[in-house]
């Protein structure tokens, strides 16, 4: 199997990883919020220097590609492409809703055969990036930008459960309240989680063009206006 490199900038949270084999072998992250252009390429380097001096080396490199941050999708991506340029590396991109499901099937065996996951993360006011997923993680509903309201997912929650987790999940909690709604704390997109996704990837013959490959923002950038000095 592959040794790939996998960085995950979306969130607040900047984490690398190293996977050999199916097995994580090197993981670093940290919580110290929107700081990831300071950050990301030290990890980087410290990842890289981990496998040299085992002497592995790399087939890939793995970056999550949205959505999420505008900003640390843009950092994640440039930082992996750099890699790839410079150890001529193939490139993947994961999907970070897809990426969110992985901790969720690996740790919750009680969610039902027929359910729905629901990967949410938090954008502007009242609106969440999500999509929804079977337990196969295939897709049953695209990426959307989704404005959260008591009706928003009526229509699968009078089919079946679903699972709402990501930092978006807590504008559901307030507002949808059914019986199917099932909600997740703690999940957040990390790139230790990445392998089983970039692993299949490469398998499939799913590699990016380094030269084109941009982040899946979703949205339009909107730069935030300074408040006025009194």
């Known amino acids: 199997m592959a040794c790939i490199l996998h960085i995950e900038t979306s969130t607040s949270v900047c984490s690398v990883a190293v996977s050999e084999d199916s097995h994580c072998i090197y993981h670093e992250e940290e919580h110290s919020g929107p700081n990831h252009a300071e950050r990301l390429g030290s990890m980087v380097d410290q990842a890289l220097s981990f496998t040299d001096s085992h002497a592995i080396p790399f087939d890939a ?23 790839c340029y410079g150890r001529n590396l193939q490139l993947i991109g994961v999907p970070t809703l897809e990426l969110l499901c992985v901790p969720v099937l690996l740790g919750h065996e009680e969610i039902e055969d027929n359910a729905l996951l629901c990967p949410m993360l938090d954008a502007r006011r009242m609106e969440v990036y999500a999509a929804l997923y079977d337990r196969a993680l295939r897709e049953a509903r695209p990426v959307s930008a989704d ?25 559901c909690m307030e507002t949808i309240n ?11 997109p990390i790139a230790k989680w990445m392998q089983p996704l970039a692993e299949k990837r490469l398998l499939n013959g799913q590699i990016e063009d380094v030269a084109y490959f941009v982040p899946f923002y979703l949205k339009d950038f909107v730069a935030l ?6």
Not at 178 to 188: F, M, V, W
Not at 225 to 230: A, D, E, G, S
């Open 61 to 83: 490199v793995a970056v999550s590609c949205g959505p999420g941050s505008y900003t640390g999708l843009r950092i994640g991506v440039s930082m992996a492409k750099g890699v």
């Open 147 to 171: 404005v959260v309201t008591a009706d928003t997912y009526k229509e699968w929650l009078d089919e079946r459960p679903v699972y709402f987790f990501g930092n978006g999940a807590k504008k």
């Open 178 to 188: 059914h019986p199917n709604a099932h909600y997740i704390d703690g999940i957040e």
């Open 225 to 230: 206006k300074p408040k006025k000095l009194l």
